[in-house]
């Protein structure tokens, strides 16, 4: 899964200042400090946030995208080109495998919005 830190929280048990993973929620891990349950309500509240956050950004860069190429804003439509001017740049770099990309992509958001378990993750060939 992701290995990057997805909340800094303070423990409950402990008041502990923690980086917390994807696995910690995944394994039902114990606060690195005072040992006590990690408490997952905190940990999806904090990505909820940060999915709107993503959300805000990805909005941006298309705004963006859309100035750049001279278009009026149009989220579907917007979107779509994007994503079809990076396929046409793994395209050109050769060495990106863009359905692999695609997979991955999805087991992030998958993994970011909901509570996944490994098998049902796509699996990355």
Do not use: P
Request: aromatic share 6%; net charge negative.
């Amino acid at each position: 899964m992701n290995d990057a830190a997805i909340a800094t929280i303070c423990c409950a048990g402990c008041g502990a200042t923690i980086k917390v993973y994807w696995n910690d929620i995944a394994s039902g891990s114990l606060c690195r400090v005072c040992a006590e349950q990690l408490e997952s309500q905190e940990l999806w509240e904090d990505s909820k946030k940060s999915n709107e956050d993503r959300a805000l950004r990805a909005k941006k860069l298309l705004e963006e995208y859309s100035q750049l190429k001279g278009e009026s804003f149009d989220l579907e439509s917007s979107a779509i080109d994007l994503i079809t001017d990076l396929m046409h740049l793994a395209n050109v770099e050769e060495d990106i495998d863009f359905q692999a990309v695609l997979r991955m992509a999805r087991n992030h958001y998958a993994v970011e919005v909901e509570s996944v378990t490994t098998a049902e993750l796509i699996t990355v060939r």
